[in-house]
């Protein structure tokens, strides 16, 4: 009996991997025959049924790209920079699309933060995490150069380099904890719509006082609230947003999908 029920877990195994097989291959098949809305679908498939990847994520921005449907193209790049921040081709395309947005808002970060981005696009999480091993060894090693070491000279290279290797080791630690938690983050969000409203208040505007702004797709917006109000169909949600650290106003959430 149980020689039974292993051959039979086992075959049910085999059965469930070649499938999911099959449908990546038929995802990949069906883009490759310039049949995108097919592809979409199948990759779409593919990330429900099985962990998603950062190359499953980046195909399928690439199929929504061909298929005419760049902000849904984006907000896949971004998923598969979210899974791996060194993934070159997703950045890439993710540039490539970004400027092909209509009246794309001016990029207000600042230098630091830019410089922290591509610092964190050298690796993957699990590089980061590496690396802060390595430093935390060469930190515990410039230690003991310090505590044993029979020169002066030799003390200060343990004192410094102790202080500079713990530097980059808080370091690596933050990037390995940022990447990591990335995934998990629900704050931004990217226009899926051709054209959004951003109003000053929640609310469809009903009078010349209500200042409205228009944002296209493919624009990416901070969410930092969400609310419930009253519209023709009785209540709708609309989410309190960011544009690039200076704007801030409120718009529809049907008119945006979270990354």
Known sequence: MKKTITLLTALAIGTAAAGAVSLASRADSAYMAEQYTDAV?????????????????????????RDGDAGHAIINYERALRL?????????????????????????????????ESITAWMSTDGWAWLALALFVAVAGMAALYIFA??????????????????????????????ASAPRRSNEAVVTVPTALLSSTPKASQNATDKV?????????QVVDSVMAPSAEGSEKWYDVKINNSTRAWLRAREVEKI
């Open 84 to 116: 791996d921040p060194s993934h070159a081709d997703a950045r890439t395309n993710l540039e490539f699309v970004r400027t092909k947005i209509q009246d794309l808002p001016e990029d207000d970060s600042s230098f630091l933060g830019n410089l922290h």
């Open 150 to 179: 029979g020169s002066v000279a030799l003390r200060k290279t343990g004192f410094f380099g102790g202080i500079a290797l713990t530097c980059l080791f808080v370091y690596a630690v933050t990037i390995a904890a940022q990447t």
């Open 213 to 221: 702004v228009a944002i296209h797709e493919g624009t990416k917006v």
């Open 41 to 65: 679908a199948l990759y779409t498939r593919s990330i429900a049924e099985e962990a998603p990847t950062a190359d499953t994520y980046y195909n399928l921005g690439n199929a929504y790209w």
